[in-house]
């Protein structure tokens, strides 16, 4: 299957830091990323539809002044997570389309687990 | 609106046993897709299966087969002779076609085959 890469796997910043989530696609052009995050034991909720060279459409709720989506290349879309706080503590998920073999499929990333102290 | 349902939230069974996830789905499309992943302890999403609504035609895979009925909206997941390595969380997720190719997922059920 595809593959979807992201980095770093893990992070650990101090509360008011910003830090920054890449996720790129190793073996195909991904015109459309999407961003999600998972709390500990629940389902992942989708945060934001990045598309390459326009800018990334967030879900209801989501801050997009908060968390920064850039998709500059058709391989890597990045997320910034601004002034992290403690409850931006979460599991953080890319994926990217392919309209290859298997037509309006998402491969996943492996996640980054971010804790904010 | 779209929605996905996986009432069971968690299953045990015993290796070698077969077990059936449940998935139900609710959308107004008459085009949509349906995927099942699965999310290990390391918490990757692994792609199974993805089925468009027009395709009723149940699916094997190895120990894996699908069981799509649109009468039910429902699309459930058996695994055969189960093994602990399919302990896992099991996401169904649901995609319509005129929807930015969205996915909206199940709650998930959580797998724990046990020797």
């Known amino acids: 299957g595809a593959v979807v890469s992201q980095h770093p796997s893990w992070v650990i910043c101090k509360s008011g830091t910003s830090v920054k989530i890449e996720c790129r696609s190793l073996?195909?052009?991904?015109?459309?990323m999407f961003w999600y995050r998972q709390f500990p034991k629940q389902s992942l909720m989708l945060m934001a539809t990045s598309n390459e060279g326009s800018k990334a459409t967030y879900e209801q709720g989501v801050e997009k002044d908060k968390f920064l989506i850039n998709h500059a290349s058709l391989t890597l879309s990045t997320l910034t997570v601004t002034s992290a706080h403690p409850e931006d503590s979460s599991f953080y998920i890319c994926?990217?389309?392919?309209?290859?073999?298997?037509?309006?499929?998402?491969?996943f990333g492996p996640g980054t687990r971010l804790l904010v102290l | 609106a779209q929605k996905v349902t996986q009432a069971q939230t968690e299953i045990s069974v015993v290796e070698k046993e077969d077990v059936t996830l449940d998935c139900v789905y609710e959308t107004r499309d008459t085009t949509y897709y349906l995927f099942w992943y699965k999310q290990p302890p390391s918490g990757e999403l692994v792609f199974l299966i993805r089925?468009?609504?027009?395709?009723?035609q149940n699916e094997i895979s190895g120990r894996y087969s699908w069981n799509f009925q649109k009468s039910t909206s429902s699309f459930n997941f058996t695994i055969t002779a189960s093994q602990v390595v399919d302990s896992a969380v099991y996401f169904c997720a649901l995609i319509m076609t005129g929807g930015g190719n969205k996915l909206t997922f199940g709650t998930g059920t959580q797998l724990k085959v046990e020797l």
């Open positions: 073996d195909f052009q991904a015109t459309t």
């Open positions: 994926s990217a389309l392919t309209s290859g073999r298997v037509k309006e499929t998402q491969y």
């Open positions: 089925r468009n609504s027009f395709d009723e």
